[in-house]
């Protein structure tokens, strides 16, 4: 699936086959082009201007964006995360209600059996970030961070996630 | 010099011109602010300077009315709530206090929805960034103490925007103010919601209906309404230029019209309610030139295009607020700065009211210091600057011109490809526009264009990708105690107990029997409902039977 034809997580592609072979090997900070990364908004908040800048951003890093869209649940994030095979999960949210919804979703994930690592960007007051790191989100990027520093820190939150399952 | 009439500077209009005369007779039978209209110095000024047409003269460029901000200035709303509805009375009894003149009501996400408190989807979202309304009781409480036929209130909400005016004006008729005294503003304005928003529920068609029963609705019965606020804020906000949020919000308005008219209310009869709201960015001559655009584009459609006669309905009054996108997390203080001038390109522009962002809104809902800076920012312009001296003032320099004209290409060249797309109807065009992904991809591609632009350091952010030096401490931040959704859930599930469930359901009913018949206005229904202390979602729910819901396509 490609990145602008996503309409949810009713793909049948070769998740399968996908997940033996990146379990074969080592990720590595340049092998972008193997990063899967679902993109969501979680809950009712509407503001998605940074989410789709972010998927641009992550799409023109190299990495595979699967852009979930509005109106997700933890169980439907979990779902796609788990059908495309996906490294990282990447929540945005705009709306106070992250510290919340964002330990939510570490919940999910690590209750459906997956070490996927959930990054959390959008409007989080800095003395929310220790909180939200405590709750098992892997990175918290704030407002103002480039292109290069969130495409860096999703790598890096895969590459602790594949560290701490090894 | 062959126009020997002409006085020697230019900048001061001829005094035997048909149109100054005009137009000194408009400004002599306005009512006007008891202050010297003269410079800090002492210097009188005139009301207006340049050249014709002047300031409440077709196609209103310069402004809609002759006196401009010398009879009133423009309004100070300022933008609240938060937490219960007792949490929201205080800050508005508060903002009355401080020489606030209108409320503007925030509602939280799960209201904005349509959702209740306690539906699973709002967790974690009640009363977090607005005021939560399940049932007329958080209503009554929100406005206890006020005195609406007093006060004209703005309530920023679009899905639920029918029940949510039912729950205003029934509030009203318990305290014993008819519901055709209650001045104010609802948002309503569907359109901008699948286009940048979000905050839609059911599918386009069914939703401008809903706007259309309301249009119906006020013009019959609330006079002094306004029944949808169109609005370019949210675009902007989204991401787009300021061109595109001009376009798509005329646009906008444009369809509502149609689909009224379509509905069999006379244009005049409804256009002159019909308000709009902008965003005032930070590329000063950009945006007044866009606000001049603004007024002249829709004099001229309403007048050509759709056939108004009453000047009223020719008449673009909006309302402005600065770009909360605009607002730094890092160096905060440095916001207050690109408040005041967005807000001085807002007054610049002959806005009719104004909300002037708190400097600490990047990170979260505004402390109350912060909110009397902002609206202090506002009364700074208003009160000390005398740019409320003279009406356009900008209006004849080269560059102000040149800019109005650009904005109007811009507009004008969208305004062709949506009539395309709705073989010559905007409304089609719209409804086309959304479902083909044309507004979204639009507003996500000059998003992402201003992203890059920034990263790549062509586009200076100060305090951001630049001068980075210095304090970058966040301060106190107004925080919302989880207790409030506690709070308000109890006060929720006690409206339950006390009501007559047998009395609710009748309602709803009603209402979903309504939704089925296209020519039944929905709004008499939904005050009925709203009086047995329905809730929110369950009136929502009630025309989701009939209506369903719509889901964006997600495309990046």
Same mark, same amino acid.
């Given at each position: 699936m490609?990145?602008?034809e996503t309409?949810g997580?009713?793909?049948?592609?070769t998740?399968?086959?996908?997940?033996?072979?990146?379990?074969?090997?080592?990720l590595?900070?340049?092998q972008?082009?193997?990063?899967?990364i679902?993109?969501?908004?979680?809950?009712?908040?509407?503001?998605?201007?940074g989410?789709?800048?972010?998927?641009r951003?992550?799409?023109?890093?190299?990495?595979?964006v699967?852009y979930l869209g509005?109106?997700?649940t933890?169980e439907s994030i979990?779902?796609?995360a788990?059908?495309?095979?996906?490294d990282a999960?990447g929540?945005?949210?705009?709306?106070?209600?992250h510290l919340?919804?964002?330990?939510?979703?570490?919940?999910a994930?690590?209750?459906?059996?997956?070490?996927t690592?959930v990054?959390?960007g959008?409007?989080?007051?800095?003395e929310d970030?220790?909180?939200?790191?405590?709750a098992?989100v892997?990175?918290?990027l704030?407002?103002?961070?480039?292109?290069?520093?969130v495409?860096?820190?999703?790598?890096d939150a895969?590459?602790?996630a594949?560290a701490? &399952?090894? | 010099?062959?126009?020997?009439?002409?006085?020697v500077?230019a900048?001061?209009p001829?005094?035997?011109s048909?149109?100054?005369?005009?137009y000194?007779e408009a400004?002599e039978?306005a009512?006007?602010?008891?202050i010297?209209?003269?410079?800090?110095s002492?210097?009188?000024?005139d009301?207006v300077?340049?050249?014709?047409?002047?300031p409440?003269?077709y196609p209103?460029t310069?402004?809609?009315y002759?006196s401009m901000?010398?009879s009133?200035l423009?309004t100070?709303?300022m933008?609240?709530g938060?937490?219960?509805?007792?949490?929201?009375n205080?800050?508005?009894?508060?903002?009355?206090?401080?020489?606030?003149?209108?409320?503007?009501?925030?509602?939280d996400m799960p209201?904005?929805?349509?959702?209740d408190?306690?539906?699973?989807?709002s967790?974690?979202?009640v009363?977090?960034?607005?005021?939560?309304?399940?049932t007329l009781?958080?209503?009554?409480d929100?406005?206890?103490?006020i005195?609406?036929s007093?006060?004209?209130?703005?309530?920023?909400i679009?899905?639920?925007?029918?029940i949510?005016l039912?729950?205003?004006?029934?509030?009203?008729?318990?305290?014993?103010v008819?519901?055709?005294?209650l001045?104010g503003?609802i948002?309503?304005?569907?359109?901008?919601e699948?286009?940048a928003?979000?905050?839609?529920?059911y599918p386009?068609r069914?939703?401008?209906?809903?706007?259309t029963d309301?249009?119906r609705?006020?013009t019959?019965?609330?006079p002094?309404?306004?029944p949808v606020?169109?609005?370019?804020?949210h675009i902007?906000? &989204?991401?787009s230029?300021?061109?595109e949020?001009?376009?798509?919000?005329?646009?906008?308005?444009?369809?509502?019209?149609?689909?009224?008219?379509a509905?069999?209310v006379?244009?005049?009869?409804f256009?002159?309610?019909?308000?709009?709201?902008?965003n005032s960015h930070?590329d000063?001559?950009?945006?007044?030139?866009?606000?001049?655009?603004a007024?002249?584009?829709?004099a001229?459609?309403m007048?050509?295009r759709?056939g108004?006669t009453?000047?009223?309905?020719m008449?673009c009054?909006?309302?402005?607020?600065?770009?909360g996108?605009?607002l730094?997390a890092?160096?905060?203080?440095?916001n207050?700065a690109?408040?005041?001038i967005q807000a001085l390109?807002?007054a610049l522009g002959g806005?009719q009211?104004?909300h002037t962002?708190s400097?600490?809104?990047?990170?979260?809902?505004p402390?109350?210091r912060?909110?009397?800076i902002a609206l202090?920012?506002?009364?700074?312009?208003?009160?000390?600057?005398?740019?409320?001296n003279?009406?356009?003032?900008l209006?004849?320099?080269?560059?102000?011109?040149?800019?109005?004209?650009?904005?109007?290409r811009?507009?004008?060249?969208?305004f062709?490809?949506?009539?395309?797309?709705?073989?010559?109807?905007?409304?089609?065009g719209?409804?086309?526009?959304i479902e083909?992904?044309y507004?979204?991809?639009?507003i996500?591609d000059s998003a992402?264009?201003?992203?890059?632009e920034v990263?790549?350091?062509?586009?200076?952010i100060?305090?951001?990708?630049?001068f980075?030096?210095?304090?970058?401490g966040?301060g106190?931040?107004l925080?919302i105690?989880a207790e409030?959704e506690?709070?308000q859930l109890?006060r929720?599930?006690d409206?339950?107990?006390?009501?007559?469930?047998?009395a609710?359901?009748?309602?709803?009913a009603?209402?979903?029997?309504?939704?089925?018949?296209?020519t039944?206005?929905l709004m008499a229904?939904?005050?009925?409902?709203?009086?047995?202390?329905?809730?929110l979602?369950?009136?929502?729910m009630?025309m989701?039977?009939?209506?369903g819901?719509?889901v964006?396509k997600?495309?990046?």
């Amino acid at each position: 699936m490609t990145v602008g034809e996503t309409e949810g997580a009713d793909t049948e592609t070769t998740a399968a086959a996908d997940r033996e072979t990146a379990a074969e090997s080592a990720l590595t900070p340049t092998q972008d082009a193997r990063l899967r990364i679902v993109l969501a908004k979680l809950g009712l908040d509407g503001h998605d201007r940074g989410l789709k800048v972010v998927a641009r951003i992550l799409r023109d890093a190299g990495m595979e964006v699967i852009y979930l869209g509005l109106r997700q649940t933890t169980e439907s994030i979990v779902t796609a995360a788990e059908q495309e095979d996906a490294d990282a999960i990447g929540l945005s949210m705009h709306n106070a209600g992250h510290l919340t919804l964002a330990p939510a979703m570490v919940s999910a994930v690590a209750a459906a059996g997956m070490n996927t690592p959930v990054v959390v960007g959008g409007i989080v007051p800095e003395e929310d970030v220790q909180t939200l790191l405590d709750a098992g989100v892997a990175t918290v990027l704030g407002p103002g961070a480039s292109a290069a520093e969130v495409a860096q820190a999703v790598r890096d939150a895969v590459i602790a996630a594949e560290a701490d &399952a090894s | 010099m062959t126009d020997h009439a002409k006085p020697v500077d230019a900048a001061v209009p001829d005094p035997s011109s048909e149109a100054h005369q005009r137009y000194q007779e408009a400004y002599e039978a306005a009512r006007l602010r008891d202050i010297p209209f003269e410079t800090m110095s002492g210097v009188p000024v005139d009301p207006v300077y340049g050249d014709p047409p002047y300031p409440g003269q077709y196609p209103y460029t310069r402004g809609v009315y002759p006196s401009m901000y010398r009879s009133r200035l423009w309004t100070m709303r300022m933008f609240a709530g938060f937490g219960t509805a007792e949490d929201t009375n205080a800050r508005f009894k508060a903002i009355l206090r401080n020489g606030g003149t209108g409320l503007s009501t925030a509602f939280d996400m799960p209201t904005l929805m349509g959702r209740d408190s306690d539906s699973p989807w709002s967790l974690g979202e009640v009363g977090r960034a607005g005021v939560a309304v399940d049932t007329l009781a958080d209503m009554e409480d929100l406005f206890a103490g006020i005195d609406l036929s007093g006060v004209s209130t703005s309530m920023t909400i679009n899905g639920p925007a029918a029940i949510i005016l039912a729950m205003y004006a029934a509030v009203a008729e318990k305290n014993g103010v008819a519901r055709a005294d209650l001045a104010g503003t609802i948002q309503n304005d569907i359109f901008k919601e699948y286009q940048a928003q979000k905050e839609y529920i059911y599918p386009p068609r069914p939703s401008v209906r809903i706007v259309t029963d309301m249009i119906r609705f006020t013009t019959a019965e609330m006079p002094r309404w306004h029944p949808v606020s169109i609005s370019g804020y949210h675009i902007r906000e &989204a991401g787009s230029t300021a061109a595109e949020e001009l376009a798509f919000t005329l646009a906008n308005g444009f369809a509502y019209v149609e689909a009224a008219v379509a509905a069999g209310v006379d244009v005049d009869e409804f256009a002159g309610r019909l308000s709009f709201f902008f965003n005032s960015h930070s590329d000063f001559f950009e945006e007044i030139g866009k606000f001049r655009a603004a007024r002249r584009i829709w004099a001229r459609w309403m007048k050509e295009r759709y056939g108004a006669t009453n000047e009223r309905s020719m008449l673009c009054r909006f309302h402005t607020q600065t770009a909360g996108v605009s607002l730094t997390a890092q160096q905060p203080e440095n916001n207050i700065a690109r408040v005041a001038i967005q807000a001085l390109a807002g007054a610049l522009g002959g806005t009719q009211s104004l909300h002037t962002d708190s400097f600490d809104e990047a990170l979260a809902l505004p402390t109350e210091r912060a909110a009397r800076i902002a609206l202090r920012t506002q009364q700074i312009v208003a009160h000390e600057t005398g740019v409320a001296n003279v009406a356009d003032p900008l209006g004849g320099a080269p560059y102000v011109e040149w800019m109005t004209d650009e904005m109007e290409r811009q507009a004008e060249a969208i305004f062709a490809h949506l009539d395309d797309l709705g073989n010559g109807s905007i409304l089609e065009g719209v409804y086309a526009g959304i479902e083909n992904g044309y507004f979204v991809g639009e507003i996500a591609d000059s998003a992402y264009r201003f992203e890059r632009e920034v990263n790549e350091g062509r586009r200076i952010i100060v305090g951001v990708n630049a001068f980075t030096d210095g304090g970058d401490g966040q301060g106190d931040l107004l925080r919302i105690s989880a207790e409030t959704e506690e709070m308000q859930l109890k006060r929720l599930t006690d409206v339950k107990q006390r009501r007559d469930d047998d009395a609710v359901g009748r309602a709803l009913a009603a209402v979903t029997e309504a939704a089925a018949s296209p020519t039944t206005n929905l709004m008499a229904p939904i005050l009925d409902a709203v009086h047995t202390y329905a809730t929110l979602e369950e009136i929502v729910m009630a025309m989701e039977a009939e209506f369903g819901t719509y889901v964006e396509k997600a495309i990046i």
